[in-house]
């Protein structure tokens, strides 16, 4: 008796990944760097919605040295 499991394949396309994890249907994303001698200033800003719902996040980083 083989006691081995099974496994079946099948080809899954992007578009029906879309469907199954609700993809993203707005995304927006935007950065800035400066740079003035000694200081240095980063910053980047992010947004996307899917049917599950809105995300965004912020970063700014300061650096002085």
Request: glycine share 10%; proline share 3%.
């Amino acid at each position: 008796m083989n006691s081995a499991p099974r496994f079946e394949t099948t080809e899954i396309h992007d578009a029906d990944l879309d469907t199954i994890s609700g993809g993203v249907a707005v995304a927006a994303a935007s950065g800035l760097h400066i740079e003035a001698g000694p200081l240095a200033v980063c910053a980047d800003l992010g947004a996307f919605a899917s049917a599950q719902g809105v995300a965004a996040h912020a970063n700014a980083d300061i650096v002085l040295g």
